[in-house]
């Protein structure tokens, strides 16, 4: 694989240094808090000695507990009460361990967090950030595993973001941090060891860009969240057997960038979104809706590949067939190019996940 | 509290839950490294004595409702041994079809009724349970098993409203082992005056912190014979101390979160050592040797038994 997580992602500015994903983010919180006052982390397990697996690491003891602090198991109140100390001016940033556990959240977020400053008449601003980390693989079943992106970009008023890289990990957070709006960021259990270039200096990576990572003819292909690094190896496979396929990453799901995701489907004539989540009502059925609307070309053909739609099954076999994987996102390719053919499965062992190999329990 | 001298088919009863939980998760913690378990374990030695306590008073048709960390209390309801070590394991036999793992263990023959590896989200559940228990008016009741932890979050407080409001026959049972994760009390609470708290919604609460599982079991016996008679719900809060980490198979003394000092009271005072030193000692021998035996044999089940087919994946969505 040519390490493409390795490589500098465009944007990125100079004095750059090789950085894992997690102490991207907690880069990102340490600059942030030393910018503003007003910037606080809080959450279940943010202060313990794992720090949100080194996420956080190092932050109490630089900003002390007053900015840095656990929680009593209250995910509905602690909302509530972010909410309005981002309403009183200050600039939280909740935490949890999980993105299962938003779902305990989602009458704050959803009626109180993504509405007061419409309804209040833009009298307050909501400045929060979300953390969340899906969780996968290895076992964690149902209630652990859950991507729910979906969900939240249906809500007008919030702000979603996902990034795949180390690079992009910081620059969301700190651009969620200063941003005025509740942003619900989804970070990826499976990415936090990857590394990019990181710069040192404080910089933004601002919703409206999508990325592309690696160029292609033939076809258009979304990555979501970790399926970006899927879909980069599913081109390196597709490459062999003479498919060039374009992979994008569009960084920020609310607001999406569909320009950049149209213009390359209306060239390539050909769009399949890989989505970590369900396919049902999903990032995937948006982002083709749109770019059909934009583009207004119903030649392009259109794919979405997710999670199976069930729920995450812990026995090896059945997960392994639960989630999208290179192989998956490459076949689904070779048929949407070749529909005559025979149908192609590139050699199982070089479709594993990419990270699964080196994820290992507990937790 | 004075507790009388229990009858030594009662030690033994006992002892042989206790030993068979004790057993089996230090064979879970064994061979987790193999990564034949492939789901996150949490264990519950040194807390066993509440599930074996509290479940040695209730009948066939009664309810348990377990956590995460729920191995105990599924023994000591009679779960099946074999499904859930091959719901560990993942495998098609386990009690879940392999579409549950370590933190969904159920049996509704035993009267299991399933975990939410959401905390505090088992609570309610419980209750629409004693809801029907009470519909049905056949005097069996419902035991929640929850931790500390769990007390914090709303539907806690919801449901105790609820099941006092109704009178419905819970009995709510809070392990509480002072910490979350690696959270202590002292982090999330202002007070420790839970029981107090849970008594201002009409339900009569109690603290147990000697550690003896016969003075719980004598607490729970009357709770529930009360209930049995209409007497609506009732609360213990059991203090008790787990050993292993939160989650997964090691010790985690070393980490820094809590001192070894703390286990040395709970060690000393452990339960399972207590009650086999009241036995026999032929008849613990006879009690250990059964014990190994029927935990060798679950494991070697689960390691004999299939994975479901993965053709299979979409079965159980819909019921
Ligand atoms: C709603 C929710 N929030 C957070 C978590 C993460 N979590 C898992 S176990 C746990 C601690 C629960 O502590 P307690 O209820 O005391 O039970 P114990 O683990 O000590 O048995 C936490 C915070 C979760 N699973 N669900």
Redesign the interface.
């Known amino acids: 694989m040519s390490s493409p997580d390795r490589s500098s992602p465009d944007g990125a500015s100079s004095g750059g240094r090789l950085l894992r994903y997690v102490d991207a983010l907690c880069e990102a919180f340490a600059q942030e808090m030393r910018r503003d006052d007003s910037v606080f982390l809080f959450g ?2 943010v202060d ?3 720090a949100i697996q080194g996420s956080t690491r190092g932050l109490l003891a630089e900003f002390g507990a007053e900015r840095v602090f ?8 602690m909302t509530g009460v972010a909410i309005g100390a981002a309403m009183a001016g200050m600039r939280p940033i909740h935490t949890h361990i999980r993105m ?2 938003l ?2 959240c989602m009458n704050q977020l959803v009626n109180i967090a993504a509405k007061a400053h419409y309804m209040y008449g833009g009298a307050v601003k909501v400045p929060l950030v979300v953390r969340s980390m899906i969780g996968k693989s ?7 595993s859950q991507a729910l992106h979906s969900m939240f970009m249906h809500v007008p008023g919030l702000k979603v973001v996902a990034p795949s890289n180390a690079h992009d990990a910081k620059g969301c957070m700190i651009a969620a941090v200063r941003d005025d709006n509740p942003v619900i960021v989804m970070e990826h259990r499976l990415l936090y060891p990857t590394e990019a270039e990181v710069p040192e200096a404080p910089y933004e990576v601002k919703p409206g860009k999508a990325r592309i990572v690696a160029p292609g003819d033939d076809v258009t292909v979304v990555g979501i969240s970790n399926m970006v690094l899927e879909c980069l190896r599913a081109r390196e496979l597709l490459a062999e057997v003479g498919i060039s396929a374009e992979v994008i990453d569009p960084i920020w799901l609310s607001p999406l960038d569909i320009d950049t995701i149209a213009r390359s489907a209306a060239r390539t004539g050909r769009l399949l979104v890989a989505d970590n989540g369900w396919t049902a009502c999903g990032a995937g059925a948006e982002i083709v809706a749109q770019v059909l609307e934009r583009t207004g070309d119903a030649r392009i053909a259109v794919r979405r590949i997710g999670f ?4 995450c ?6 997960e ?3 989630y999208p994987n290179p192989g998956t996102v490459a076949s689904t390719v070779h048929a949407m190019l070749r529909p005559a053919a025979a149908p192609w499965q590139p050699d199982p062992e070089r479709t594993r996940l990419a990270h699964q190999i080196q994820f ?4 | 509290m004075h507790v009388k001298e229990p009858a030594n088919d009662l030690v033994a009863r006992l002892y042989r839950q206790l030993r068979l939980i004790r057993t089996l998760e230090e064979e879970v913690a064994r061979v987790y490294p193999t990564d034949r378990i492939k789901s996150p374990v949490h264990l519950s030695i040194g807390q066993e004595f509440v599930s074996v306590a509290v479940c040695d008073v209730l009948r066939p048709d009664d309810h348990v409702s377990i956590t995460y960390r729920g191995h105990a209390a599924y023994i000591a309801k009679g779960g099946d041994l074999d499904a859930m070590v091959a719901e560990m394991y993942g495998k098609a036999a386990g009690c879940a079809g392999g579409r549950g793992g370590s933190m969904h263990l159920v049996d509704m023959a035993a009267g299991v009724i399933g975990a939410s590896a959401v905390v505090g989200t088992s609570i309610p559940v419980a209750t629409g349970f004693a809801l029907a228990a009470r519909r049905r008016a056949g005097g069996s009741v419902v035991v929640c098993f929850l931790g500390d932890g769990a007390t914090e979050e709303g539907c806690f407080a919801e449901s105790l409203n609820f099941a006092a409001l109704h009178r419905l026959p819970i009995l709510f049972v809070c392990e509480n082992n002072g910490y979350a994760i690696h959270e202590p009390l002292a982090k999330r609470w202002a007070t420790d005056r839970l029981v107090e708290r849970v008594a201002t919604y009409g339900i009569p609460a109690q603290r147990i912190d000697s550690g003896d599982l016969f003075e719980l079991r004598e607490r729970a016996a009357e709770a529930v014979a009360a209930m049995r008679d209409g007497g609506g719900p009732a609360f213990l809060e059991v203090t008790c101390y787990r050993w292993y980490e939160h989650v997964g198979p090691n010790r985690d003394y070393d980490q820094g979160y809590r001192p070894e000092s703390e286990l040395a009271p709970w060690a000393e005072t452990d339960q399972v050592a207590r009650l086999a030193a009241l036995l026999p000692a032929g008849e613990r021998e006879r009690i250990d040797a059964e014990v190994d035996r029927r935990v060798a044999a679950a494991f070697a089940f689960a390691e004999e038994s299939p994975f479901p087919d993965p053709e299979e994946l979409h079965d159980h969505v819909f019921a």
């Open positions: 279940l397990d313990d000695h794992k656990t929680t009593p198991l209250s995910e509905d109140a299962d556990f779902l305990l290895w076992g964690q079943g149902a209630q652990h199976e739609p069930t729920t099954p812990p026995s090896p076999p059945l392994a067939r639960f290992r329990g507990p937790f």
